[in-house]
């Protein structure tokens, strides 16, 4: 993955690739100080929104459904893994070129 800083704001870091991978990095942030190093939140973009629902749905199921949310034109549904790691799955509702410049707002809240 060859990615670039395409955004920073405050403590919050967005790096792109051309193929349009994306990773948002956090610096720290005080509600979510944790005693270990390592990965506390998973975020991927899926699309269509079918495949999104579909998750909501499985996430459901599975009891490890938190709730849906829209902000800033993605609509994101959040759960929980088995481990209790935060996942947060999103669906962007406009042009592919906005999701580069935007670091979502409820991934920046969390």
């Not at 800083?5 to 005080?30: M, Y």
């Not at 909501?56 to 829209?70: A, F, G, N, V, W």
């Amino acid at each position: 993955m060859d990615l670039e800083v395409a955004l920073r704001e405050n403590n919050l870091a967005l790096l792109a690739s051309a193929d349009g991978s994306q990773i948002h990095l956090h610096a720290e942030k005080a509600e979510h100080v944790t005693s270990y190093v390592g990965l506390h939140a998973a975020a991927w973009m899926t699309d269509p929104k079918d495949k999104l629902l579909s998750i909501e749905c499985r996430l459901k199921q599975l009891k490890s459904y938190t709730r849906t949310i829209t902000r800033d034109a993605f609509v994101i549904v959040e759960g929980r893994d088995p481990d209790r790691i935060v996942l947060l799955v999103a669906h962007h509702t406009g042009s592919v070129g906005a999701v580069r410049r935007t670091i979502i707002s409820a991934v920046a809240a969390w």
